[in-house]
Antibody
Framework: EVQLVETGGGLVQPGKSLKLTCATS????????MDWVRQSPEKQLEWVAQ??????????YYAESVKGRFTISRDDSKSSVYLQMNSLKEEDTAIYYC??????WGQGVMVTVSS | DIQMTQSPASLSASLGETVTIECRAS??????LAWYQQKPGNSPQLLIY???SLADGVPSRFSGSGSGTQYSLKINSLQSEDVASYFC?????????FGSGTKLEIK
């Protein structure tokens, strides 16, 4: 059974940082491209970032809204993907989902940016 | 960025009816389109990928069609458990983009 479990969410002040972790199991993680997607309080979905696998040199891609502030990374030895979020803004408030693109989504973790 | 225009925003139908939800892309996405179902409090679940391929375990009353810039999701014989929000997503070009969603209710 494929599982993706996100942790690391919470309440943070504007300008601060937070790191999300997604632990996976049930599929060959090292061959998988992985995404982060977020859903705003208004229920709109926004793709945030993608990291490809080793054979694609771990290439990364970002939404313009987070470029330069967020960093996606992975550890194949731990079957985990991460999202380092810096300089957080109130508009980053959302549920953050780790996804095996198109195939499977985690349960999501809430990030609230507020003073 | 590719804009995904999804319609309608909300839909109310009777049990047993057939409903159709549409997504129009701002440019050709070559059938690189997925449909998801999201029930309240849950994460989105894959229904259709590559525009018309049914995901594992998804009932055959769900079907997808389309090409180029026009795509649709059809639900035959509407069941009570189909009450949910539905989203399309293109994965042809970065950034991958989603439709704004369709909220389906039972009359």
């Amino acid at each position: 059974e494929v599982q993706l479990v996100e942790t690391g969410g919470g309440l943070v002040q504007p300008g601060k940082s937070l790191k999300l972790t997604c632990a996976t199991s049930g599929f060959t993680f090292s061959n998988a491209w992985m995404d982060w997607v977020r859903q705003s309080p208004e229920k709109q979905l926004e793709w945030v970032a993608q990291i490809k696998d080793k054979s694609n040199n771990y290439a990364t891609y970002y939404a313009e809204s987070v470029k330069g502030r967020f960093t996606i990374s992975r550890d194949d030895s731990k079957s985990s993907v991460y999202l380092q979020m810096n300089s957080l803004k109130e508009e980053d408030t959302a549920i953050y989902y780790c996804t095996w693109p198109v195939v499977e989504w985690g349960q999501g973790v809430m990030v609230t940016v507020s003073s | 960025d590719i804009q995904m225009t999804q319609s309608p925003a909300s839909l109310s139908a009777s049990l047993g009816e057939t409903v159709t939800i549409e997504c129009r892309a701002s440019e050709d996405i070559y059938s690189n389109l997925a449909w998801y179902q999201q029930k309240p409090g849950n994460s989105p679940q894959l229904l259709i990928y590559d525009a018309n391929s049914l995901a594992d375990g998804v009932p055959s009353r769900f079907s997808g069609s389309g090409s180029g810039t026009q795509y649709s999701l059809k639900i035959n014989s509407l069941q009570s458990e189909d009450v949910a929000s539905y989203f399309c997503q293109q994965y042809n070009n970065y950034p991958f983009t989603f439709g704004s969603g369709t909220k389906l209710e039972i009359k």
